[in-house]
């Protein structure tokens, strides 16, 4: 069974630059989750998705940070424009509707805002 | 609001000896589940191992076995044998199983680095 993917690994940008992160779950999880992880702390959840819905995304900054779930399958987050404290690699994970309490991660793409 | 705590940040251990990482954690909450993840330099965030909070008996599995103390809200994992490759950042994590929007929300600890020495 493949592993939650994500692109770019690496993205290094501009102060006030857009960026978008792409995310494609295992196959079959219906529910998505993007977390930002600064350096030396625990992931925070930025936002979850069940199917193509938004079920939480009471943490996401919504003046700069946007996701879609389009078709309920990948899922993009896009930062507009960034900020230095954006600095952070961003995780997204995925499990099943039955699941309902493990979650599988990709590996991240970690961003760097100059 | 749920909050996890790790409260040793670095740790280190000979290769095949026993290592104990401790959380705590605070919740109102009575059943949820609490998980160990390991996060090594490359990133991916493992499930090392899960607990049920309304199952007595500790969870393992293989060298990995945790301690869970459900009345001092605690929940410590322990690593015996240790291996090179268990070298990684840990962190412990705990859902609330009260369904609504916090169901499957994951709340973390701050973390803690394992070194394993050769």
């Known amino acids: 069974e493949a592993g939650v993917a994500q692109s770019p690994r690496y993205k290094i940008i501009e102060k006030r630059q857009s960026v978008a992160f792409w995310c494609n779950p295992i196959s079959g999880h219906a529910t998505l989750y993007w977390y930002q992880q600064i350096l030396g702390q625990g992931p925070k959840l930025l936002i979850q998705?069940?199917?193509?819905?938004?079920?939480?995304d009471s943490q996401l900054p919504k003046d700069r940070f946007s996701a879609e779930r389009l078709k309920g399958v990948d899922s993009t987050l896009k930062i507009q424009p960034a900020k230095l404290e954006d600095s952070a690699v961003y995780l997204c994970?995925?499990?099943?509707?039955?699941?309902?309490?493990?979650?599988?991660f990709g590996p991240g793409t970690r961003l760097t805002v100059l | 609001a749920q909050t996890v705590t790790q409260s040793q940040p670095e740790m280190s251990v000979q290769e095949a000896e026993t290592v104990t990482l401790s959380c705590t954690y605070d919740t109102s909450e009575s059943n949820y589940y609490l998980f160990w993840y390991k996060q090594p330099p490359s990133r991916q965030m493992i499930l090392v191992i899960r607990q049920e909070a309304y199952k007595q008996q500790n969870a393992t599995e293989n060298r990995f076995s945790v301690n869970f103390q459900k009345a001092a809200k605690s929940f410590s994992l322990k690593i015996s044998d240790s291996q090179l490759g268990d070298t990684a950042m840990y962190f412990c994590a705990f859902i609330p199983n009260a369904g609504g929007t916090s169901y499957g929300k994951l709340t973390f600890g701050q973390g803690t680095i394992l070194t394993v020495h050769p």
């Open positions: 998705f069940q199917n193509n819905g938004v079920v939480d």
């Open positions: 994970a995925s499990r099943t509707f039955y699941d309902t309490d493990t979650q599988y």
